[in-house]
């Protein structure tokens, strides 16, 4: 009776643990399947171009953080770029990297981004002025996430790529810069990323530009939130 009940038990498991692989395969097949019907909709009605900027509230690890600190729903962003037909995202992962849009999307919570432009895009983004945007953008290709978000080339985080890349290519600084002790860090999960991050010393005094910066600038103007 009691070998019954075990064998009974671990078959029923095995079964939950089935439904829910096939949940998960499933939800991830219909993120991508709903991105690229985003994404063919977005071409379709010319809502993109090249350079424009793209949030998202990331499902990473130091996410819940960055929202917290930065008072933001959003805590990850790039710059979208057009290549033959097909719409990519550069972005600051691990590493720096081109990602196809209709996969930027997916990844994020609940396939929500908004997209937002220059406002002066036309005046600004010349093709000379992104192809030198580009340029910027290839020689970062490649390197590590900054974890600790300093202010140098040798690692580098998602808003600081989009920050540099305006700024090196166009002159234009998208979002206010910012000191790390301008964050909000009380909340206790933001404490246990800064200790985990930094120990006891944190650069309070590090430059910083956040996803909510550049969100929130003045220069840019919204074009697709869903």
Same mark, same amino acid.
């Given at each position: ?55 998202? %509230?990331? *499902? +990473? +690890? ?7 600190? %930065? ?5 990850? &962003? ?16 691990? /590493?720096? !990297?081109?990602? /196809? ?23 600004? *983004?010349? /093709? @000379? ?28 985080? &998602?808003?600081? @790529? ?7 290519? !166009? ?21 246990? !990323? ?12 590090? %430059?910083?530009? +956040? /996803? ?8 840019? !103007? %919204?074009?697709?939130?869903?």
């Amino acid at each position: 009776m009691k070998k019954g009940i075990i064998i009974f038990g671990l078959l029923g498991l095995l079964i939950l643990g089935g439904f829910f692989a096939k949940q998960k395969l499933y939800g991830s097949t219909h993120r991508i399947k709903n991105a690229k019907a985003e994404v063919k909709q977005l071409a379709d009605n010319n809502e993109i171009e090249n350079g424009d900027l793209i949030f998202q %509230t990331s *499902l +990473s +690890s130091q996410s819940k953080a960055i929202q917290l600190a %930065t008072k933001s729903k959003y805590s990850h &962003c790039g710059i979208i770029y057009k290549k033959g037909k097909d719409f990519y995202v550069f972005e600051a992962i691990q /590493p720096v !990297t081109r990602t /196809p849009l209709d996969q930027w999307i997916a990844r994020g919570k609940e396939g929500k981004f908004v997209i937002k432009r220059l406002k002066k895009a036309r005046q600004v *983004l010349t /093709p @000379l002025a992104l192809k030198k945007m580009k340029q910027v953008g290839d020689s970062f290709i490649g390197k590590s996430y900054d974890l600790t978000f300093e202010w140098s080339d040798d690692k580098i985080y &998602c808003s600081e @790529l989009i920050w540099k890349i305006y700024q090196r290519a !166009t002159g234009i600084e998208i979002g206010k810069l910012e000191k790390l002790r301008n964050f909000d860090m009380t909340n206790e999960v933001v404490k246990k !990323t800064m200790k985990e991050r930094y120990g006891d010393k944190i650069p309070m005094g590090e %430059t910083v530009i +956040s /996803p909510a910066a550049i969100f929130d600038s003045e220069l840019l !103007t %919204t074009i697709k939130s869903n």
